[in-house]
């Protein structure tokens, strides 16, 4: 055993800041909690034995200040850093300023953190290690022959990535000659940074994504506490995760075990971390990534393997040996409740949530940062909390995900819970009498986005920028009784309206039971008309720019992708709702934009711009 850890400083926010935290109290170290002005009355800072306040506004100024938080590990008296996920996790410079403050950094050595950060070298460590990559070109892109070489060789579509990307952040998809030169010739204007931070591998598609949740101690001990599968996602990132992952045969278990044990070996891991694969159709197995930190999804590990993962990470980190994980034991879905609408194709949002109630009983664990009457905040994740259902096998676990989802009830904000509904009630997703046929893309080729053959660099089109689909008329539903049998009245929303209206002029009290998500679905559906008329394309969100698809002088279709932005690192789409040509681009990649902002201007096909939106134009300048 090494040195002794007696107080911990939590380097994160939210839901993980308070899963570290509990973890903590039941090991008697103490805690110290970091928070922003907006999480001042979040949960976490609460029950940690110190809170200390970040001045600012960003995430750059808060939990990604190095040097704030190195301040407040000396102020503090903290011996250990435990960074949680995101933020300062994968860091290596704030790993090593940890170590020279002489306190212990609870994940990976900095020089491991460097050799996986990066994917290109993530891709060199797997060829090393004898875990086969996706195919692909382990050097920076900087010869577009070689690009041409690689794709006629292992056929489009192929996928250009960053190589510090994340979190499916950074992926462009090419799908033909024209989309590869085209994004070679203007990657720098449309989709940021050099070329020398991009790398190419070809596009497996229809393959599930599997990982694996592993541990090595300084001792040379490794394990697998279980596998997973994350090939529910939406834009590249995941929504629902399940332990252990289902109908995978024996072998390529092994497979995966084997293959993690030799990347962990490879750069003398010690910590916990997940390795990423792809399975093919075909069974193939091919490497992504190893994230060298604990994941949001790490709970269905836990729960299937009965072990404290938190707490493997502080005995390791103490110079302990970890505890050899046993046979799974039953099956566990998490499922991310985010603050996101289905209705406007899972978009990030925002606002008070004015009632909370989470569901119970038997296998169900509720890992959350927030509580009834907290906002959640544009500036930061969507991610409000995880509802974690376990039960004896799969099946049981499904139905069990049903009846959870029956109780739980979020107003005030917009969640995927309607989403979820469907997905569990689907064939495809339950497999019951048929095969598992979940791919990474399988959630939005069903139900979020269509794919019209006019969308550019191999993005989909949103549900509401390419929908045929008449709108669904909107209801509002009230539980009520007749002759003393309870029943559910589903009413629409204008006859609510109307007699709402109407007691609202005699002073009653109106009935507290909004409709999940309507409201921003009904403003976006209004932007997007605005935007059809007048050719001025807004920003839906406050975000960051990512991507540029398209020059000044370009004719665009219905459909086509025009902008990539960031928010609470989420990738989302702006899609052109007309034909028209691209008369101004408001933005470069990397710009910081508020809801409402411009972003780009049209010159609609086959109509006359409408009386001032000429002058909006100007003034948007």
């Known amino acids: 055993m090494g040195k002794r850890i007696n107080k911990v400083l939590v380097a994160n926010r939210g839901e993980i800041a308070l899963r570290v935290v509990r973890t903590l109290k039941e090991m008697g170290i103490a805690s110290v909690a970091v928070y922003a002005e907006q999480d001042r009355q979040s949960q976490y800072v609460g029950m940690a034995d110190e809170a200390y306040l970040l001045s600012g506004d960003t995430y750059k100024d808060t939990y990604l200040n190095e040097d704030l938080l190195i301040d407040i590990l000396r102020r503090s008296g903290a011996d250990a850093v435990h960074p949680g996920y995101g933020f300062l996790s994968e860091v290596a410079s704030f790993a090593e300023k940890v170590a020279a ?19 290109i070298t993530a891709r060199r460590v797997a060829t090393k290690a004898k875990v086969p990559p996706v195919p692909g070109i382990s050097d920076a892109v900087t010869d577009i022959h070689a690009l041409f070489d690689f794709a006629h060789t292992h056929g489009f579509p192929i996928m250009m990535k960053r190589t510090d990307g994340g979190g499916g952040r950074g992926i462009t998809i090419v799908r033909d000659d024209d989309e590869l030169r085209s994004f070679y010739l203007n990657h720098d204007a449309m989709q940021g940074g050099d070329l020398n931070e991009y790398f190419v591998e070809r596009f ?30 939406r834009r590249n990132q995941k929504l629902i995760e399940e332990a252990p992952a289902p109908f995978l045969r024996p072998e390529v278990v092994r497979q995966l075990e084997q293959y993690s044990r030799n990347l962990f070996e490879a750069v003398d891991y010690v910590g916990l971390g997940t390795c990423e694969f792809m ?42 040996e970890l505890t050899a994980a ?26 008070t949530l004015t009632r909370v109630v989470w569901p119970s009983g038997a296998g169900i664990r509720v890992d959350s940062g927030v509580k009834e009457g907290d906002t959640v905040s544009p500036k930061f994740d969507s991610m ?37 509904e469907r997905i569990f009630n689907d064939p495809a997703f339950t497999a019951e009498g048929q095969e598992f046929d979940v791919s990474t893309k399988w959630l939005e080729r069903t139900y ?30 009230f539980v009520i009784e007749v002759d003393n049998r309870r029943v559910k009245l589903t009413v629409p929303q204008d006859i609510v309206d109307s007699l709402t209206g109407s007691a609202r002029a005699r002073g009653a009290k109106l009935p507290t039971q909004p409709l999940r998500g309507q409201g921003l679905h009904n403003v976006a559906a209004k932007a997007s008309d605005d935007a059809g008329k007048s050719g001025v394309i807004a920003s839906p969100m406050q975000a960051v720019v990512t991507r540029i698809n398209v020059a000044e002088g370009q004719k665009v279709a219905k459909g086509d992708l025009l902008v990539v932005l960031e928010s609470m690192k989420m990738e989302n789409y702006v899609y052109s709702p007309v034909s028209g040509t691209v008369t ?4 470069g990649p990397a710009t910081g934009v508020e809801a409402g902002e411009t972003l780009v201007t049209l010159d609609i096909e086959g109509a006359s711009r409408p009386e001032g939106d000429a002058e909006r134009t100007e003034e948007a300048k």
């Open 584 to 587: 101004k681009i408001f933005v």
């Open 204 to 233: 497996i598609d229809k393959a599930r994504h599997v990982e694996t949740q592993c541990g090595r101690d300084s001792h040379g001990n490794f394990t697998v506490y279980s596998t997973r599968d994350c090939s529910v996602q």
């Open 448 to 477: 979020l986005n269509r794919e019209p053959s006019t969308t550019r660099s191999g993005q989909p089109a949103s549900l509401t920028a390419g929908a045929e689909e008449s709108p669904k008329t909107a209801t509002e539903s």
């Open 384 to 420: 409000m909390g995880k509802l974690i259902v376990t039960a004896q096998d799969r099946a049981t676990a499904v139905a069990r995900v049903r009846r959870a989802l029956g109780e739980l009830v979020i107003e005030g904000v917009p969640t995927p819970a309607s989403l979820f």
């Open 326 to 351: 046993a046979e799974p034991r039953g099956h566990s879905f998490e499922l991310r409740i985010t603050c996101e609408d289905p209705a406007t194709n899972l978009t990030p949002s925002s606002g």
């Open 101 to 119: 403050a002489g306190a212990i950094w609870i994940g990976p050595s900095p020089k491991a953190l460097v050799d996986l950060g990066d994917k």
């Open 279 to 320: 399975v093919t159709p075909q069974h193939k197995v091919y490497f992504l990534e190893v994230n060298p930190r604990l994941q949001v999804e790490h709970t269905v590990s836990e729960e299937v393997c009965g072990l404290d993962l938190v707490r493997e990470q502080l005995t390791i980190a103490e110079g302990g």
